[in-house]
């Protein structure tokens, strides 16, 4: 099941509970808005987030560390409280009198005093009663529109520690600065290539711009912003860019090429187009090349490199995936990049998740980077990535990016690093096997 609350939203309301995190029980549009639909995911679960939608865009709830049930009672809750998102604020509205928080019918959704009951008779309604036993503006908490378009019930689980990371970083200084060497010294096993090209993939907002100006930042040793980022409904990547990274102001180029596309949309004509990948992996797009999301580059066009080398070519992929939003990740979207994924497995070309803005989906994470390998929530985020894009769990590699800050951090540098390693190791692989299939047809002949 798809949430239909936004990460955003979930974050602020998780922020009035605690350390949480919400997991989806009861969908309407999946389980029906009848009172046994509710009844049969929710009962017995606490504590619990109910959400109303309805067509006027209004997303309106409660919160009750009650459990369900159906004994026709009141029960008590000094901690219960409905909600309404004005915009991206969060309204909070505290129960009046706790002994009436909420109450437990058969033939009704979450039924909060007699003020707000969600599913009201088993219907997509609302019944809306202000001033009994909370206090709230009718009109500022859905707008007095009392039909449902959505109804989601949500369980608040704790956000689990491990007491020993499940992978091992070592968080210092001197790792940082031997892994930097390293990155400095690679050369591809390929005689024919002198640096390795990644392709970044990925929707809109993700980060692939900030990825690079990100490793940009660490080699240069202050934050810099290089390629242009931000937050933005549209890309705001329009052309094909090769960036290379330096080390340091005027050093050498390192031997990788980070090449920044569209962001993906959902939208047919919209975002990168899944023709240009291909010709971006057989290295026919030239540095620069002006995306049009409603027609791909055609092989006669003047721009068309028609005879690219290896050294032209992709040589890894990586996607780069908000952490934020793993779990809404629209099917669209998802068929998209399925239809990539195939595309690139059918040329041999290894891939890689890069897993962004994992501080703010995680507030273990966000309280210490170093969590990062201890939280579970993280753990379940990198798995789902996972299967959704289609690569195993150790080839998704969380990363944060450098996007309010102005100074660098040693432990987000080497999260940074940890993704560039893991791309060489990749592309080693790659140029291995085409060693191998060379030998093979000399053998042969």
């Keep these: ?141 859905h707008g007095n529109d009392i039909q449902l378009t959505e109804c989601e019930v949500y369980e608040v689980e704790t956000i689990s520690e491990f007491e020993k990371p499940w992978r091992t970083v070592v968080w210092e200084n001197e790792k940082r600065v031997e892994m930097m060497e390293s990155i400095r010294l690679y050369c591809p096993p390929s005689k024919s290539v002198t640096r390795v090209r990644v392709l970044l993939i990925g929707p809109v907002g993700a980060g692939k711009s900030s990825f690079f100006n990100s490793i940009n930042s660490v080699f240069k040793g202050y934050v810099s912003n290089q390629a242009i980022a931000g937050c933005s409904t549209n890309s705001l990547t329009k052309q094909f860019r090769t960036y290379s990274i330096k080390d340091g102001k005027g050093g050498n180029p390192l031997a990788i090429i980070l090449c920044d596309t569209m962001g993906l949309e959902e939208s047919t004509g919209a975002g990168l187009d899944i023709d240009d990948i291909t010709s971006i992996l057989e290295g026919h797009l030239p540095d620069s090349y002006q995306f049009n999301p409603t027609a791909p580059l055609l092989s006669n066009a003047s721009d068309y490199q028609t005879s690219p080398g290896l050294s032209d070519k992709i040589h890894c992929v990586a996607y780069v995936v908000d952490a934020c939003k793993v779990s809404i990740m629209p099917a669209k979207l998802e068929q998209k990049l399925e239809a990539i994924r195939r595309k690139v497995n059918l040329m041999g070309i290894p891939q890689l998740v890069l897993l962004t803005k994992v501080d703010e989906a995680c507030s273990l994470v966000s309280q210490d980077i170093r969590n990062i390998y201890k939280s579970s929530y993280i753990q379940e985020i990198m798995q789902e990535v996972g299967v959704r894009v289609g690569v195993p769990m150790s080839c998704v590699v969380p990363v944060k990016n450098y996007s309010k800050e102005f100074e660098l951090d040693q432990n987000c540098d080497i999260l940074l690093l940890t993704a560039i390693i893991q791309m060489f190791r990749s592309t080693d692989g790659y140029f291995d096997d085409i060693t191998d299939r060379l030998s093979n047809v000399k053998t042969k002949s």
């Design 1 to 141: 099941m798809n949430s239909k609350l936004t990460s955003s939203q979930q974050k602020d309301i998780c922020s009035q509970l605690g350390r949480f995190k919400l997991r989806l029980l009861y969908k309407a549009s999946i389980h029906g808005f009848n009172s046994t639909g509710f009844h049969q995911q929710c009962d017995n679960h606490s504590p619990t987030v109910s959400v109303g939608f309805n067509a006027s865009g209004y997303v309106f709830g409660g919160y009750t560390k009650q459990p369900f049930s159906q004994t026709g009672q009141y029960l008590p809750d000094d901690q219960a409280f409905l909600f309404t998102f004005n915009g991206e604020k969060l309204l909070k509205y505290p129960v009046s009198n706790q002994v009436y928080a909420v109450k437990m019918i058969g033939n009704c959704g979450p039924y909060f005093g007699e003020d707000l009951v969600l599913a009201y008779g088993g219907r997509a309604q609302v019944h809306s009663a202000p001033g009994n036993y909370y206090n709230f503006n009718a009109a500022e908490m």
